[in-house]
């Protein structure tokens, strides 16, 4: 769907489509085009993109601006937006189930992590005028979850020193045990334990693995989340069988009541998107 139309004394083009897989990136293609053709132009772009691990059921709201109006004090990625003739993607917010609370905008400025797309949803990083105990900086944001050391830690650490490796090196730590993360390379096992954000759990957590690679850590899921990716119920249901669950009520049960007490730590293969999952309990 294309079409170029007046509103109000102002061109607008739409563009709209639902496609089955990732389309090619003409899209922004086209942003970049009317943004050299117009330059005073700005944009909204809402994508859904359910191939994307960890964002399956997010929809992510993309701007292109040249002078916001109303952004300049407002401390948001968007106030780093693009001079004057150059053109970029913000992402100024995302709406999913899990995304309510939110803060809009700054989350386009975090570092990515490959094992754990999605630090904010799962409560490991969080938005705080803090001072990180490795680089000594304010950055916004502060990391919540476990970090193993056998150092004294004055205060919390930044996501950008758990990105480059320097708050794991600084205090010998790790932010996850290696436990679990069999089969995976020496670069896979340093980045999961070392450069990758934790998470809260009521048992020391873990990583899962699939397709020979660490897993990405998606959140802490109940039963309703956990069925709606039925091959990551099936296999946490084998799992528990061979882990000794052999009363097949009580370990329905059990399923069932996932979210209140014991919940899944659920997890998407970085390789074939898979879903798996373990049990956590109190
Ligand atoms: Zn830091
Ligand atoms: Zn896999």
Redesign the pocket.
């Known amino acids: 769907m294309l079409d170029l139309r007046w509103m109000n004394g102002a061109p607008f083009i739409h563009r709209g489509g639902y496609s089955n897989h990732r389309s090619s990136p003409d899209l922004v293609e086209l942003f970049e085009y009317v943004a050299a053709v117009a330059p005073d132009s700005y944009g909204l772009l809402h994508v859904h993109d359910d191939e994307q691990p960890g964002h399956e059921n997010d929809v992510r709201v993309l701007a292109r601006c040249l002078d916001w109006p109303g952004h300049e004090e407002s401390g948001t990625a968007l106030d780093q937006g693009p001079a004057r003739g150059q053109t970029a993607l913000h992402e100024i917010s995302r709406h999913g189930h899990q995304g309510a609370d939110r803060e809009p905008a700054m989350s386009a400025s975090l570092p990515f992590f490959r094992y754990h797309p999605d630090p904010l949803a799962s409560g490991s990083i969080r938005a705080a005028s803090e001072t ?6 304010n ?1 916004g944001w502060i990391y919540t979850a476990t970090f193993y050391t056998a150092q004294d830690v004055s205060g919390r ?6 990105a480059d490796g ?2 794991a090196e600084r205090f010998a730590g790790e932010f996850t045990d290696s436990y679990g993360l069999d089969g995976v390379s020496e670069e896979v096992l340093h980045e999961v334990t070392r450069r990758t954000p934790g998470f809260h759990a009521w048992q020391d957590p873990h990583w899962l693995v699939h397709c020979q690679d660490a897993a990405a850590f998606v959140g802490e899921v109940g039963y309703t989340e956990l069925a709606e990716h039925p091959e990551a119920l099936d296999q946490l249901r084998a799992d528990m069988r061979t882990a000794g669950w052999h009363d097949e009520s009580q370990l329905e049960h059990f399923l069932a009541n996932l979210g209140e007490g014991a919940s899944a730590m659920l997890f998407r293969c970085t390789v074939c998107g898979a879903y798996l999952a373990y049990a956590d309990a109190s």
């Not at 990180?132 to 900086?137: D, M, N, R, S």
């Open positions: 990180c105990a490795c680089c000594k900086g950055r650490l930044c996501p950008w020193c758990i320097s708050a």
